[in-house]
Structure formats: structure tokens, C-alpha cells
């Protein structure tokens, strides 16, 4: 599976952005598909996800300024970014939840990352 990345660029706060990820190859089985974060020196966060049936999770800090959406048909996950603040700026990477039978019989959820697409927010 492959996730491409698109849409990442300098906003001024307060701006929007529209982030796309878009997965290929072997898609089948995946679940929830979602955003990422990270900044030098700290660990990577989650942004927002969303499941295959549309059930949405976001971060505090993006409540209500950020939007994750999914179109199925085409496997691709968007992140809407409004009224972006400096502490927003990140590498931001989308990844895709699948799950699969490990060798003990049993499920478990591996995850596929997209390379990161650069968010600078100015102030």
C-alpha cells in the first residue's frame, strides 16, 4: 500500500489549508485512515482519524478548527485546516490502519504511513 500526501504549504495564521492522502495498491482491509503530526524533537501525535463507516476522532487542540474527511470511492482521506495558529506548523503524515492474522492465529492492526507533507503556519 502506498499513501500519497498532498496539500501542505505557509499559511498565515488564522488561513485554511486542505490536506489529501490518497492510498493505492493493495487497499483491501483497511479500516481507519487518518493524520499525524510531529515537530523536531517530539514524538509523533495524532491529529484526526476517521473509520471506514465515518466515525471521526480529533485532538483537542483541533477541535472545531479542523475537519477529516473520507471519500471511499477514490481511498482517499482529507484534512481541512481553518483558522491555523503558528503551533500548528509540523510535518503532518497520514497513515492507514489494516488489520491481519499474525502467525498465532489471532488479529492484530498493523499501520502504513505516507511520506510528510510540510505545514509552516506564520504569525
Known amino acids: 500500500v502506498q499513501l500519497q500526501a498532498s496539500g501542505g504549504g505557509l499559511v498565515q495564521a488564522g488561513g485554511s489549508l486542505r490536506l489529501s492522502c490518497e492510498a493505492s495498491?493493495?487497499?483491501?482491509?483497511?479500516?481507519?485512515m487518518g493524520w499525524y503530526r510531529q515537530t523536531p524533537g517530539k514524538e509523533r501525535e495524532l491529529v484526526a482519524d476517521?473509520?471506514?463507516?465515518?466515525?471521526?476522532n480529533y485532538a483537542d487542540s483541533v477541535k472545531g478548527r479542523f475537519t477529516i474527511s473520507r471519500d471511499n470511492a477514490k481511498n482517499t482521506v482529507y484534512l481541512q485546516m481553518n483558522i491555523l495558529k503558528p503551533e500548528d506548523t509540523a510535518v503532518f503524515y497520514c497513515?492507514?490502519?489494516?488489520?491481519?492474522?499474525?502467525?498465532?492465529?489471532?488479529?492484530?492492526?498493523?499501520?502504513?504511513w505516507g511520506q510528510g507533507t510540510q505545514v509552516t503556519v506564520s504569525s
Open positions: 497513515s492507514a490502519d489494516y488489520r491481519f492474522l499474525n502467525s498465532g492465529g489471532a488479529f492484530e492492526v498493523g499501520r502504513y
Open positions: 495498491g493493495s487497499i483491501r482491509g483497511i479500516n481507519t
Open positions: 476517521i473509520t471506514s463507516g465515518g466515525l471521526t
